[in-house]
């Protein structure tokens, strides 16, 4: 794939610019990983493990779900196809995505990566309409991303909220791949032991901040790596 060409949309350079449908997520064909928000923990929980990465700039947790065991592994893309029924916010709209116009800047622009094998002029749906306004489907699109915008924000302060209290430990996940142990690592979760000896004052202030709900969501779905397990040596 030839590299990223990230253009800011405008109406009179993008007017008769569409999007196929075609291949929609090829462009996390390779990812084993991908960013979610807080907001999707249960949902997204109930099909991928969801586990944090450390971000060792800032000091602070992503929360991810895993789709591969290794680095360029995606074992929930087979034959170009999505084999599960949730799809990731941050998935969705590329190949529209937000970039800030100047380093550092506070505000975000939508652009279109014109590398995409989905950009085009013959088919998919417009981004504008004859008159220069914008379709449906691109004033769709742009709510969906200042909302992801909007919930990574408060994703933030969950995951600051869980570092303040040291409940977020790193993990080896081990896992057997035809007989062998594996060990995956940079993998960060929930100490489960530290969250149920949390004194009851901070474990209400968990519960008001509407936190616990995907504080479980997210230890109940690491019973999903076994899944990923199943995936990687299911008999070709």
């Given at each position: 794939?030839?590299q990223?060409k990230?253009?800011?949309?405008?109406?009179?350079?993008?007017?008769?610019?569409?999007?196929?449908?075609?291949?929609?997520?090829?462009?996390?064909?390779?990812?084993?990983?991908?960013?979610?928000?807080?907001?999707?923990f249960?949902?997204?929980?109930?099909?991928?493990?969801?586990?944090?990465?450390?971000?060792?700039?800032n000091?602070?947790?992503?929360?991810?779900?895993?789709?591969?065991?290794?680095?360029?592994?995606?074992?929930?893309?087979?034959?170009g196809?999505w084999?599960a029924?949730?799809?990731?916010r941050?998935?969705?709209?590329?190949?529209?995505?937000?970039?800030?116009?100047e380093?550092?800047?506070?505000?975000?622009?939508?652009?279109v990566?014109?590398?995409?094998?989905?950009?085009?002029?013959?088919?998919?749906?417009?981004?504008?309409?004859?008159d220069?306004?914008?379709?449906?489907?691109?004033?769709?699109?742009?709510?969906?991303?200042?909302?992801?915008?909007?919930?990574?924000?408060?994703?933030?302060?969950?995951?600051?909220?869980?570092?303040s209290?040291?409940?977020?430990?790193e993990?080896?996940?081990?896992?057997?791949?035809?007989?062998?142990p594996?060990?995956?690592?940079?993998?960060?979760?929930?100490?489960?032991?530290k969250?149920n000896?949390?004194?009851?004052?901070?474990?209400?202030?968990?519960?008001?901040?509407?936190?616990?709900?995907a504080?479980?969501?997210?230890?109940?779905?690491?019973?999903?790596?076994?899944?990923?397990?199943?995936?990687?040596?299911?008999?070709?």
């Amino acid at each position: 794939m030839e590299q990223n060409k990230v253009v800011a949309l405008s109406k009179e350079q993008h007017a008769k610019t569409k999007i196929s449908s075609i291949n929609a997520l090829s462009h996390i064909a390779d990812q084993h990983m991908l960013p979610v928000v807080v907001q999707e923990f249960v949902v997204a929980g109930a099909e991928f493990p969801v586990v944090f990465v450390k971000d060792g700039q800032n000091d602070s947790y992503q929360p991810v779900v895993l789709l591969g065991l290794a680095a360029n592994q995606n074992l929930v893309i087979e034959d170009g196809k999505w084999q599960a029924l949730y799809v990731p916010r941050v998935a969705r709209n590329y190949p529209l995505v937000l970039v800030q116009p100047e380093p550092n800047s506070d505000r975000l622009v939508v652009a279109v990566d014109e590398s995409s094998e989905r950009v085009n002029e013959e088919e998919g749906l417009p981004l504008f309409k004859e008159d220069g306004s914008e379709t449906d489907y691109l004033a769709d699109r742009k709510k969906q991303m200042g909302e992801f915008v909007e919930f990574s924000r408060m994703t933030r302060g969950f995951t600051d909220k869980l570092k303040s209290l040291d409940l977020i430990k790193e993990q080896v996940l081990t896992i057997t791949v035809d007989g062998e142990p594996r060990n995956i690592n940079g993998i960060h979760m929930i100490d489960e032991k530290k969250l149920n000896e949390l004194d009851n004052e901070v474990f209400l202030e968990l519960r008001k901040l509407g936190f616990l709900t995907a504080i479980y969501a997210h230890l109940m779905s690491l019973q999903h790596t076994q899944k990923l397990v199943q995936k990687l040596v299911k008999p070709v």
